[in-house]
């Protein structure tokens, strides 16, 4: 079946645009996750949603990145008045359930930030 | 702090070799260790992982072991191939949790 995809796969915008980037889950996975990668780095984590809701949001940097996930579904990161420091690949991931019950975490293949 | 060490940062080896890649960690309520491979371009992939109730776990070429005293894990790669090129990951949960803290990673080249 189908993995967990991304888009865009690359996106090029200027410091103070606003950005969203879209994540499809694996059908049925409750458990939907984004990440922030640097290079060089480990991807590090953003947000958690369990269902609909955020069940952790304390990853997000600061006040300008914002994630939904309004049917349990297709989830989208977006973020607001970008900076040069945003410039990342962003990570999307699914699980059928919490990772820490080990459920299998299946990574989508990153969208590819770039903002000048 | 909660950070995880990850050691070598680049590792060379011939094909045929093994490679051994190590982290360690300072919570002591970790309890879940998952190794990722990512090739260029593509997300993570999960290839192995070990829980703490486990001293080690063994898929094919593929081992990982774990001190829960000295708060260390490690990767075994045997046999290497060409196509185990890539950057490896490892990560450790707290009980409880589902947050997973990531390792710098583990650029390994495999040379023919």
């Known amino acids: 079946g189908a993995g967990v995809s991304q888009t865009p796969s690359n996106k090029v915008t200027e410091k103070g645009k606003y950005v969203e980037l879209r994540c499809d889950p694996i059908?049925?996975?409750?458990?939907l996750y984004w990440y922030r990668q640097s290079l060089g780095q480990g991807p590090e984590f953003l947000i958690y949603?369990?269902?609909?809701?955020?069940?952790?949001d304390s990853g997000l940097p600061n006040d300008r990145f914002f994630a939904v996930r309004p049917e349990g579904s297709v989830s989208t990161l977006k973020i607001q008045r970008t900076e040069r420091g945003d410039s990342a690949v962003y990570l999307c991931?699914?699980?059928?359930?919490?990772?820490?019950?080990?459920?299998?975490?299946?990574f989508g293949p990153g969208t590819r930030l770039l903002v000048l | 702090g909660e950070n995880v060490e990850q050691h070598p940062s680049t590792l060379s080896v011939q094909e045929g070799d093994s490679a051994v890649i190590k982290c360690t960690y300072s919570?002591?309520?970790?309890?879940?260790f998952p190794w990722y491979k990512q090739e260029l371009g593509k997300g993570p992939q999960l290839i192995i992982d070990?829980?703490?109730?486990?001293g080690e776990k063994k898929d094919q070429r593929i081992a990982v072991t774990l001190n829960k005293t000295a708060k260390h894990f490690s990767l075994h790669i045997t046999e290497t191939q060409p196509e185990d090129s890539a950057v490896y990951f490892c990560?450790?949960?707290?009980?409880?949790?589902?947050?997973?803290?990531f390792g710098r990673g583990t650029s390994l080249i495999v040379h023919p």
């Open positions: 919570d002591s309520a970790s309890n879940y």
């Open positions: 949603f369990q269902g609909t809701g955020a069940a952790d």
């Open positions: 059908s049925g996975h409750t458990a």
């Open positions: 990560a450790r949960i707290r009980g409880g949790s589902y947050i997973p803290t």
């Open positions: 070990i829980r703490s109730n486990v």
């Open positions: 991931a699914s699980s059928a359930g919490p990772q820490s019950f080990g459920e299998t975490q299946y």
